[in-house]
Nanobody
Framework: VQLQACGGGLVQAGESLRLSCAASGHIFNMYQMGWFRQAPGKEREFVGTTIRSGGLSYYGDSVKGRFTISRDNDKNMVYLHMTKLNPEDTAVYYC??????????????????WGQGTQVTVSS
């Protein structure tokens, strides 16, 4: 499956932003869809993931309560809604697809397909 993430940009602390990820090439609802991020000099971090139906999502501790993942299986899209952004959220954000049968995989090794990343910069 091919993934294309977009929607990043420069925002001020406290603002919101929505990232989008378009999927093509495979049956979209075969995959759990996750978001990861990587800041300069840091390891890639799990942000969140949503199960195939979109009925349940899991989040990393640093974004829980601020970020929400949704998906539209009819449009082959997954979204990351980010609120109350702070400078620590500055990173390149990646969407990824997992065929794992384990619900809500958090390890990046569980994801086979990756988008190209979109930069999010939060100024203080």
């Amino acid at each position: 499956v091919q993934l294309q993430a977009c929607g990043g940009g420069l925002v001020q602390a406290g603002e919101s932003l929505r990232l989008s990820c378009a999927a093509s090439g495979h049956i979209f609802n075969m995959y759990q869809m996750g978001w990861f991020r990587q800041a300069p000099g840091k390891e890639r971090e799990f942000v969140g993931t949503t199960i195939r139906s979109g009925g349940l999502s899991y989040y990393g501790d640093s974004v829980k309560g601020r970020f929400t993942i949704s998906r539209d299986n009819d449009k082959n899209m997954v979204y990351l809604h980010m609120t109350k952004l702070n400078p620590e959220d500055t990173a390149v954000y990646y969407c990824a697809a997992s065929s794992s049968m384990e619900p809500g995989p958090r390890s990046d090794s569980s994801y086979k397909y990756w988008g190209q990343g979109t930069q999010v910069t939060v100024s203080s």
